[in-house]
């Protein structure tokens, strides 16, 4: 019976009954496995990712060395993704340029030539127009491929081959960082200044149990490509690098360049002419893009959002260069950095999470010192495969040239064998006890070669080769030796990266910022004089500068004034009701004085039978004197009855009509209260006699039998009490000696001195 054909095979014979949960979970673990290894988490030992790598790898192999000629970079990703990475050629291409970015990369990989982008966040050219080759870096990272010192395995197709890692001295993980998203977990590292990796990995190898406080004394922190100021606290860097998770903030430094000497003038004011300043910004934090960052300051200032910030200029050359242009030079120049850096990317966190792959390719986030323990054993795994690859190779040089050797001294007896014999090999090896290699090289040797010379040459360098082939086995046998090179081998790198190089200066300033100050909204308004006039109607208007008081105000038929008074435009203003609300209002909101001004009724919920009783300016912790007509009182904190909405701040309790009658700020001299009912009762006591209360009905202030409070005010018992006689004359009168009224608290009083005036007001 003939096979069935494929047309014939039912295609649900092949389907598997399986839970649905399971056979998902089992298939997303390979390719979450997948993701996690293959893709987003760098290697431990070498710091790259398989895209980098192999990335390196194909120029390697195209000889793209630092002082060759450059290759298009089509070239480059050509044959990245059709002979070792199988993926798009745009995300290949974008790997390759972060490699070539010196404001990505602290140290670059790559040597571009053309347009690989800027700070200002443009792409880069198309892979058509650009060119590349490798780094000295790079050589560094790469250096001892071909000593037998990594593994090889097949690529994905089986026609070549790449190695697992690079075993390069260079310290790539943590010099150059890196950053991905996998399935379930992440990767962010910031870059570090190689000098302080090498200096606290030489700490490690001498004493293996120091202390993580012992290894951030030379390890400082990040060192970004675009340098600024990290401003985190020592220990809140070091417990970051103790855990391996934190965030570190970095702020953008503002200077006007460096000196001579290569330091910063971190103020960065510049002085213009006429007392006229400017901030200039030289460096920005790490992954802002410039143009992008212009344009947020730019919205500020279209928005309104920060007043004081008049312009935003992009100066920038081959160096960054941005101006800020202040509202006015009386603005605070600290205020105006710490209002950017609020509201603003000039201040950025950037999360530290030093999740990587192990030796054993098994992702972990690390501490810096199991880190830098886990490196120095994978350097040491390098040092002695490499020690062992030179040793397969002495063994076998030495062989040959043993056989060179027996070769020289029996000269004439070889020659006559080779021209006598059919099969010389066999020959030879019987007649000297030749191995195969040995023999074979002889036969190959060259005529020229046959001089006397070449024997002493071939005795010397058996000689050196038994000397090196004594120390690599010394070596090998020594751990203690093996630390002590790679010591000598990390202090040489050292010397290309130290702090009086170029690549090596430390960009980034490690310096923890001051204290915020307390943002307080008004600082963001520029201050300037206001005259403030309030009508008997609730119209409300500003008049710029300081107007006289008892000058004549223009107001709509009907109307009057009712409060006027002097303020600055950063000044809060305090409006007290007769229902016992108060309410705040911003001396810059205020409408202009050219016409009649607005209803205040319409900026804040003010009932229309509500009454306004007073119109003060609020100052940091002054005391008010609060009393109803009912008689009762207490001290109120100015800082008590700022509002924070429109609906104002409930704060003297009222009932069926009892009204707020007194509102008065209490000078800091003053120490006894004056009470007038209106039955014309005056009454004196202690101002310690009234409570301090943020809210209620306060205490009896004076006691009556008929009707209620009139007026009440504070003053200094030694200077007496004053009042305003009757009349335009504008006279005022002062008793000295109040002892006659002076009585406790919530007394009835007796009549006043005479003089006073009739309506019972002070």
């Known amino acids: 019976m003939p096979a069935p054909t494929v047309e014939d095979t039912d295609p649900f014979d092949a389907i598997v009954d399986a839970p649905f949960d399971s056979a998902l979970s089992e298939r997303y673990l390979v390719y979450a496995l997948s993701t996690i290894t293959a893709r987003s988490l760098p ?65 670059p990989l790559v040597q571009g ?32 491929l071909d000593e037998g010192t990594v593994d090889f395995h097949p690529t994905y197709n089986g026609e070549e081959e790449e190695p697992e890692i690079f075993p390069g001295l260079f310290p790539n993980l943590l010099a150059n960082g890196s950053s991905g998203i996998a399935v379930g977990m992440a990767t962010s590292i910031p870059s570090h200044n190689v000098a302080e990796i090498v200096d606290a990995t030489l700490l490690l190898i001498e004493q293996p149990e120091a202390e993580h406080a012992r290894l951030m004394e030379v390890f400082h922190g990040p060192d970004f490509p675009t340098g600024g100021i990290v401003v985190d606290s020592p220990a809140a860097l070091s417990a970051a690098y103790a855990s391996g998770r934190g965030a570190i903030r970095v702020r953008a430094r503002f200077s006007t360049g460096r000196d001579d000497a290569g330091s910063w003038e971190e103020t960065g004011i510049e002085k213009l002419g006429g007392g006229q300043w400017q901030l200039v910004i030289r460096e920005i934090p790490y992954m802002v893009a410039k143009g992008k960052l212009i344009e947020q300051i730019a919205q500020l200032i279209a ?69 830098l323990q886990e490196w120095i054993v994978a350097q040491i795994d390098i040092l002695v495969r490499r020690t062992r690859h030179r040793l397969e190779k002495i063994a076998a040089r030495l062989e040959l040239v043993e056989g060179y050797i027996i070769a020289y001294l029996n000269l004439d007896l070889i020659i006559a064998i080779i021209r006598t014999e059919d099969e010389p090999k066999p020959v030879m090896m019987a007649e000297f006890a030749l191995t195969e290699r040995q023999a074979e090289a002889i036969l190959n040797m060259r005529l020229r070669s046959l001089r006397k010379l070449e024997e002493m040459e071939l005795r010397q360098e058996r000689d050196a080769l038994l000397a090196e082939q004594g120390e690599l086995e010394t070596l090998l046998a020594s751990p203690a030796r093996q630390r002590t090179r790679l010591k000598r081998d990390l202090t040489a790198l050292r010397k290309d990266y130290a702090e009086d190089t170029a690549l090596g200066r430390r960009r980034t300033t490690i310096a923890e910022a001051a204290p915020t100050r307390e943002f307080r909204p008004e600082a963001m308004i520029e201050k300037a004089p206001v005259t403030v006039i309030l009508s008997a109607r609730g119209w409300i208007r500003g008049a710029s500068g300081h107007e006289p008081l008892d000058r004549d105000f223009k107001f709509k038929d009907g109307d009057g004034a009712a409060f006027a008074l002097h303020a600055q435009t950063t000044d809060k203003l305090l409006i007290a009701c007769d229902n016992g609300r108060f309410y705040t209002l911003g001396a810059d909101k205020l409408p202009s004085a050219r016409g009649f001004g607005e209803p205040i009724r319409t900026m804040l919920d003010i009932d229309t039978e509500t009454q306004i009783m007073a119109l003060l300016v609020y100052r940091p912790n002054a005391q008010l004197l609060l009393a109803s007509n009912a008689g009762r009182g207490f001290v109120a904190e100015a800082d008590e009855l700022l509002a924070e909405t429109r609906k104002g701040r409930a704060v003297v309790s009222t009932k069926p009509g009892v009204r707020l ?27 310690g006699e009234m409570p301090v209360m943020a809210k209620g009905q306060g205490v009896a202030l004076q006691r009556y039998r008929d009707g209620g409070l009139a007026d009440a005010t504070t003053f200094r018992l030694e200077a007496g009490l004053s009042w305003k006689m009757g009349g335009d004359s504008g006279r005022v009168r002062t008793e000295t000696d109040m002892r006659a009224w002076k009585v406790a608290r919530g007394a009835a009083g007796r009549l006043p001195p005479g003089g006073f005036p009739r309506d019972n007001k002070f």
């Open 303 to 371: 928005d309104k959002k920060l007043p004081i910030l008049e312009d935003v200029r992009d100066e920038s050359d081959e160096e960054v260069r941005i101006v800020i242009a202040p509202k006015s030079r009386n603005v605070d120049p600290d205020l105006l950095k710490e209002s950017l850096y609020r509201l603003t990317d000039l201040e950025n966190r950037f999360g530290l999470n030093l999740n990587v792959l192990d030796a054993k390719r098994t992702p972990g986030v690390l501490s810096l010192k199991l880190m």
């Open 43 to 107: 290697d431990l030992r070498d710091g790259l990712k398989p895209v980098h790598r192999r990335l390196l790898w194909a120029m390697r192999q195209l000889k793209l060395d630092p002082t060759g000629a450059y290759k298009k970079s089509a070239r480059v990703v050509g044959d990245v993704i059709g002979k070792y990475h199988p993926h798009g050629d745009a995300s290949v291409y974008d790997a390759m340029v972060r490699l070539a970015q010196d404001f990505s990369l602290r140290y």
């Open 113 to 144: 030539q053309g347009n690989f982008g800027n700070i200002d966040g443009d792409n880069p050219a198309a892979y058509r127009y650009t060119e590349a080759r490798l780094t000295k870096t790079a050589i560094q990272l790469m250096a001892g």
């Open 661 to 687: 009658a007194v509102v008065r700020e209490i000078p800091a001299e003053h120490d006894h209260v004056a009470v007038v009912g209106e039955n014309r009762k005056l009454l004196v006591f202690s101002l």
